[in-house]
């Protein structure tokens, strides 16, 4: 062998794991990371008299519509509002929280824009200001993505659906170099960054109430930034669905394979012994 010859890409020979399977490893990913803070947010929201919440991950939402809405509301609710209702998020009849949205419907010609602002209620239905559990989530979903994927390369719903994210430098490696793990997920939601930046730059300039962020110059630079974002989810879910290396994990050096079956030894027949 050559010394000198480059090496062989090895990732480029294996089969690539398919919209189905990333789509069942993340979902499989976001319950066992959410499930037990939902445990904590269901024991925790009755000690606490509802200041602790939580909102997100496996959940009933059951809403109701209300006629009255309490006084004095931080920020206050938008102008002219139509429409409130009251929803409690509960995990197998245990409530997890409890949000009061109230909000603005208008329709203008074949334009309808609904401008809305949520509150947080504690167990009696009164407004206040109270800790949320759904950012330490997502911050430990992120972690355990990272983590997971560096040290091994495979997630506990990679491992389930049988696929894993190795580094087309070196497939045979197990785990990914950590610079390319934290490229190929900001790389990912590059298409989010026109709304995202929208949304933060509101939130900054505003005093955070509906009226004053959801303006109509938000509107217009709004369907810009969801145009955005909606091309760039297109270009991704048809690329993985034809089983390519979607835009970032080619940017970042890494691809989502299909594992491959082991394949048991053909057990070796005794002299003077028939195989039947």
């Known amino acids: 062998m050559d010394a000198d010859a480059p090496p062989l890409n090895v990732a480029a020979g294996l089969s690539r794991g398919g919209f189905w399977r990333r789509w069942a490893a993340?979902?499989?990913?976001?319950?066992?990371?959410?499930?037990?803070?939902?445990?904590?947010?269901a024991v925790l929201f009755p000690m606490t008299s509802g200041m602790i919440q939580m909102h997100g991950g496996l959940f009933i939402n059951s809403c109701a519509a209300v006629t009255t809405i309490p006084k004095s509301l931080s920020p206050p609710p938008p102008h002219d509002a139509n429409f409130a209702q009251v929803c409690h998020v509960s995990l197998f009849g245990a409530t997890t929280g409890v949000t009061l949205t109230v909000g603005r419907t208008t329709r203008e010609a074949s334009t309808t824009k609904t401008v809305t602002q949520g509150y947080m209620l504690d167990q009696a239905g009164n407004p206040i200001d109270g800790f949320s559990l759904d950012w330490i989530v997502v911050s430990a979903f992120v972690v355990y993505l990272v983590w997971m994927i560096w040290k091994t390369g495979r997630t506990v719903g990679a491992r389930i659906v049988r696929v894993r994210i190795v580094d087309t430098a070196n497939a045979e490696m197990s785990g990914v170099p950590i610079l390319k793990v934290i490229g190929r997920h900001l790389a990912m939601f590059a298409g989010f960054v026109p709304a995202l930046a929208l949304l933060l730059y509101q939130r900054l300039n505003t005093d955070g109430s509906a009226d004053a962020m959801f303006t109509d110059h938000f509107f217009q630079w709004f369907i810009f930034s969801g145009l955005v974002a909606a091309i760039w989810c297109v270009l991704l879910v048809v690329q993985v669905a034809r089983k390519?290396?979607?835009?970032?994990?080619?940017?970042?050096?890494t691809a989502v394979v299909r594992e491959r079956k082991p394949v048991e030894p053909v057990k070796a027949v005794e002299p003077g012994l028939q195989q039947t």
């Open 26 to 41: 993340t979902l499989i990913d976001w319950i066992v990371v959410a499930f037990p803070f939902q445990v904590v947010a």
């Open 244 to 253: 390519s290396d979607p835009v970032y994990d080619r940017l970042a050096g």
